[in-house]
């Protein structure tokens, strides 16, 4: 039996646990479970991005097959399943809807052989650096969280979010520079 | 391996994680990451945020039927392979880069813009943002220009400097709309940087009338 999946507590990283269960066992139960959480939390995001309800679900479909058929890809050291489940539909979305290609790094396109990133102590890691960034982004600023947002839910880069807001660039700059000090200390203080 | 000096604006890299950068733009900030640590880091951590984010969005109900229907598609998939592997040897060109063009450098075609400097025929566009690579013969200087837009460079081989800093492979230049900046190739070798503008420039100078009718770059 696999232990309840509880995004909120960071000592049981259960999607985590699930998603090594579909890349394992191809464990159909643990992605039922994956998908009873994430898809409407898909759906919630592309709803957000502008999409109808359909073309939604259609995403999210895409989003979940990608899950299903790339899970021994998942690594719990370099990014918790949220993190690893946001970038798989950040791209489909790009791919799909704006009809772009998402250029991608991939692991060996390093160009230096040396100053490759420290492993983490254990393996995971991320869901705990997630749990605190999650409370530094609570606690950031009304402005702050704002600009955070729109850069992630409304598909705008800064200077969008500038003219829309009538902010000036160098406000929308400088609030999204202080929110990313902020965010830093999350991961440092796990370091 | 010496790490990058300079980087993309800690915005861009958020513009980049959050996916709202549009693809020209991306696939600088993308081949920027091939030779940067420290910005991957930082992308691995903005997209940290976005995870979080999207954890805690109010969920919105999905159709009964969907999960059904997904794994009926499931049935009929097959895992993707795996990425192809780069080629054997080291491509000059970062991964997503290599990807984008499909050809190394001595298989594009050039254009000349002044003695010692070229333009790659190759380039992709998007919106008013637009690619191409840059090669400059040493000690070469690319002819004064004003811009309308922004333009970054990144640079691939040798290195550059204008009025603002020496650059150096894996670094990245930024300048401002209206910025004038004066770059000359370094003496040692040959420069290779892949260029990326919003907006074409306006060249200035006694060739600018000539530049600006044969090169939109």
């Known amino acids: 039996m696999l232990p309840k999946a509880d995004s909120n507590d960071p000592t049981m990283p259960g999607h985590e646990q699930l998603l090594l269960a579909v890349a394992r066992n191809r464990d159909s139960t643990a992605f039922r479970t994956l998908f009873d959480h994430f898809a409407p939390r898909i759906k919630a995001y592309m709803r957000r991005l502008g999409a109808d309800s359909s073309a939604a679900e259609e995403l999210v479909q895409d989003v979940m097959m990608v899950v299903w058929l790339r899970a021994d890809r998942f690594d719990p050291a370099l990014a918790s399943a949220s993190t690893w489940i946001y970038t798989i539909a950040r791209n489909r979305r790009i791919d799909r809807v704006r009809q772009e290609r998402r250029p991608e790094l991939q692991p060996d396109d390093l160009m230096s052989d040396v100053g490759e990133e420290p492993a983490p102590d254990h393996q995971f890691e991320a869901a705990e650096t997630a749990f605190r960034l999650r409370a530094v982004i609570g606690n950031l600023p009304p402005e702050q969280a704002d600009v955070l947002r729109l850069a992630y839910y409304e598909d705008k880069v800064h200077a969008e979010i500038s003219a829309e807001r009538g902010i000036p660039l160098g406000t929308v700059k400088t609030r999204l520079r202080l929110a990313l000090v902020r965010l830093r200390r999350a991961f440092e203080e796990g370091a | ?217």
């Open chain 2, 1 to 217: 391996m010496i790490v990058p000096a300079h980087h993309p604006a800690p915005e861009l890299l958020l513009d980049y994680a959050a996916g709202s950068l549009r693809e020209v733009q991306s696939l600088l900030v993308a081949a920027h990451l091939a030779y940067c640590p420290e910005c991957r880091a930082q992308v691995a951590e903005l997209e940290a945020c976005g995870g979080v984010l999207l954890a805690d969005l109010p969920p919105e109900p999905v159709s009964d039927s969907l999960f059904g229907t997904l794994m009926t598609r499931l049935d009929g998939a097959v895992a993707t392979p795996p990425p192809v592997p780069a080629p054997a040897g080291k491509s000059l060109f970062p991964g997503p880069l290599r990807r984008a063009i499909g050809a190394e450098p001595e298989a594009l075609e050039w254009v000349r813009v002044v003695p010692g400097v070229h333009l790659s025929a190759w380039g992709i566009g998007a919106g008013t943002a637009s690619a191409c690579l840059l090669r400059m013969a040493p000690r070469s200087r690319v002819p004064a220009h004003r811009h309308t837009d922004s333009e970054m460079l990144l640079v691939m081989k040798g290195g550059f400097s204008d009025e603002f800093g020496a650059y150096r492979v894996g670094d990245v230049a930024s300048y401002d709309t209206g910025t004038p900046h004066h770059a000359v190739a370094d003496a040692d070798g040959e420069c290779l940087c892949l260029l990326v503008q919003d907006q074409p420039l306006v060249f200035t100078g006694p060739l600018g009338w000539l530049l600006n009718r044969g090169f939109r770059f």
